[in-house]
């Protein structure tokens, strides 16, 4: 079986991260959306939140599971069993970054691949923390998230 990680924050899930999810499960066998269990105070959404709103967006999406994980990137895809992490990619910044990662997780760990996706053209500019700064200044968030972190952000925001 073919299994693959996708490890992010998800601080809150974007349209770009589902587009690069329901991609990878068209790819994998087995796609684990890894959330990271970031400390608390840097993110809007807790972990078990963020895990829930990731869950809830992808409930249709054949050969997702989505967990929660702390540490490295390569022993959560070990733990898994996956031969691959996915990452996507939406503009040149994110490559130096992602180029940059991939080489150290390669270091890390020999035996899994890094496969980077291109986000959809129309998600290239969406980032969770504009989404978060939009959704704060009250402007339309519609499309650019699930419908259902759409309301959370309202809920959490109170707007």
Known sequence: MTVA????RFDPVTAGHLDIVQRAAKLFERVVVAVFEAPEHDTLFSAEERIAL??????????????????????CARAEGAGAIVRGIRMTADFEYEFEMALMNKKLAPDIDVVCLITDIQYQFVRATLLKEVARLGGDITGLAPTNVIAALKERLGR
């Open 5 to 8: 990680i996708y490890p992010g």
């Open 54 to 75: 990731f869950r809830d967006a992808t409930k249709t999406v054949e050969g997702v599971e989505v967990k929660g994980f702390g540490g490295l990137v390569v022993d």
